[in-house]
T-cell receptor, first 114, second 113 residues
Framework: AQSVTQPDIHITVSEGASLELRCNYS??????LFWYVQSPGQGLQLLLK????DTLVQGIKGFEAEFKRSQSSFNLRKPSVHWSDAAEYFC????????????WGAGTKLIIKP | NAGVTQTPKFQVLKTGQSMTLQCAQD?????MYWYRQDPGMGLRLIYY???????DKGEVPNGYNVSRLNKREFSLRLESAAPSQTSVYFC????????????FGPGTRLLVL
């Protein structure tokens, strides 16, 4: 069965440090790939998405993600985190053979140390 | 332009009671979705509506019904609430179904006692 794995439930990073959040998927073909962010008590907001083309994707708020087909991964990165980046981050994949319905990872909660 | 709105924001029900969660979008989107979010499980799709007049089951439809009232509105009904339905419910919409960005409402927190 298709699945999306975010191996880190929590990550703690110092303000100003770099960040990488991991996402792996299990699917035969290349899916559509998304990263969403959820601030406390809020709905989800799209950070970036990959459909095709350049495997390094730029998003909002200074985030980027790289699709690596050989590793079935779509990791999210930011060179220098800010306290306002504290939130929960969700990776999702859209699968062609299920009408692109999204399958979601369990999320990674980002904690920023001052 | 409010985006996706949901009512109510918070609700407490007793087991066996019924309620309807309302969702509306003003972006002229064709597709709408209902998810539930539980700790450690990400989002799970309950029902979706690819276009006005159609609805389909998602991953966890049992205990729920939906109505696509018109292009703007998509409601979720719990006929007989159970404690297992305690969750945060999100409505989302997208221009079309085919991999388009989904826009989310602020969520409804539901507690079933």
């Amino acid at each position: 069965a298709q699945s999306v794995t975010q191996p880190d439930i929590h990550i703690t990073v110092s303000e100003g440090a770099s960040l990488e959040l991991r996402c792996n998927y299990s699917y035969g073909a290349t899916p559509y790939l998304f990263w969403y962010v959820q601030s406390p008590g809020q709905g989800l907001q799209l950070l970036l998405k990959y459909f095709s083309g350049d495997t390094l994707v730029q998003g909002i708020k200074g985030f980027e993600a790289e699709f690596k087909r050989s590793q079935s991964s779509f990791n999210l990165r930011k060179p220098s985190v800010h306290w306002s980046d504290a939130a929960e981050y969700f990776c999702a994949v859209g699968l062609m053979d299920s009408n692109y319905q999204l399958i979601w990872g369990a999320g990674t909660k980002l904690i920023i140390k001052p | 332009n409010a985006g996706v709105t949901q009512t109510p924001k918070f609700q407490v029900l007793k087991t066996g009671q019924s309620m309807t969660l309302q969702c509306a979008q003003d972006m002229n989107h064709n597709s709408m979705y209902w998810y539930r979010q539980d700790p450690g499980m990400g989002l799970r799709l309950i029902y979706y509506s690819a276009s006005e007049g159609t609805t389909d089951k998602g991953e966890v439809p049992n205990g729920y019904n939906v109505s696509r009232l018109n292009k703007r509105e998509f409601s979720l009904r719990l006929e007989s609430a159970a404690p297992s339905q305690t969750s945060v419910y999100f409505c989302a919409s997208s221009l079309t179904q085919g991999g388009e960005t989904q826009y989310f409402g602020p969520g409804t927190r539901l507690l079933v006692l």
